[in-house]
């Protein structure tokens, strides 16, 4: 376990010799990706592994669950399904049928924790899936309730349908599990021609891309989409900062790389307002 005043980082931080998952360098690829950002978000958050529900949890959690919920960061089978758990069985079954989901305003307590009140949390559920793309876990993060949920039970303003283009696999994977993490839908590609493909089959109201790319640059993908598609949003990550973007002439948002969660959210809550207020 990590000394007090460290901050966990990745799965290796932790010493896993007492739990059922054991060496993380054995884990399954997806398993230590997710548990990597699940130990990086900074919202409470826990990782179901396996139909027989090996839950991984991050600090925040911990700090809020209480000493007597267990050691951090978990690794075994609870004896009783964690309290967010047991109150959102169905969105929990929507990400193992491989579907994200978001119970809103959901009330539970943890028995031992600090002052022992009942919390009220927007729970978002994203499916993990395994190499083969079996679904074989579920990451459920706490956020506070946004004391608003449309008649299917989504927030206010719904999930935001995203394209992520990214040509670096790994980068990829992890940009939509946070996409995911934060209850939107996400898809990701690797190289603009499959982006154009998927953009001419369905709707998308982001466009996450990055702006340096094999064959085309990501400024050009977004022009070429933007032309189809002129209410879609784009969001450009790159490591350059905004130089190669001085001449972009349609509205944007751009991330410098290496970004913070927070930068990101702030970025996906200013698109979805905007979307909220042309509906």
């Not at 089978?77 to 969105?91: D, I, R, S, Y």
């Amino acid at each position: 376990m990590t000394q007090p005043g460290q901050s966990a980082r990745s799965s290796s931080t932790y010493d896993w010799s007492a739990t059922r998952l054991g060496d993380p360098g054995q884990w399954p690829w997806p398993l230590r990706m997710a548990a990597d950002l699940l130990f990086n978000l900074p919202l409470p958050a826990l990782l179901v592994w396996g139909r027989d529900m090996t839950v991984v949890f991050n600090e925040s959690y911990a700090a809020l669950a209480g000493p007597g919920y267990g050691k951090l960061p978990g690794g075994n089978v609870p004896p009783v399904l964690p309290p967010p758990l047991a109150v959102a069985g169905a969105e929990l079954e929507r990400a193992w049928n491989g579907e994200a989901a978001i119970a809103a305003a959901r009330s539970f307590g943890f028995a031992g924790a600090a002052g022992g009140t009942e919390l009220t949390q927007d729970l978002h559920f994203t499916p993990l899936r395994a190499a083969d793309g079996s679904v074989a876990g579920a990451l459920c993060v706490l956020a506070p309730a946004t004391g608003g949920a449309g008649p299917a039970g989504e927030a206010a303003a719904g999930p935001l349908r995203i394209l992520v283009v990214e040509d670096n696999v790994d980068s990829q994977y992890l940009v939509c599990e946070m996409l995911r993490a934060f209850g939107h839908h996400a898809d990701g590609v690797g190289h603009p021609d499959d982006a154009l493909s998927r953009l001419a089959a369905g709707p998308y109201d982001v466009l996450f891309t990055d702006v340096s790319l094999p064959g085309m640059s990501g400024v050009e993908l977004a022009r070429k989409a933007v032309g189809e598609a002129p209410a879609m949003q784009v969001i450009f990550a790159s490591g350059y900062g905004d130089t190669l973007l001085r001449h972009v002439e349609f509205p944007y948002l751009s991330l410098q790389k290496p970004y913070e969660l927070d930068q990101l959210q702030a970025a996906l809550d200013k698109v979805a307002g905007q979307k909220q207020a042309r509906a």
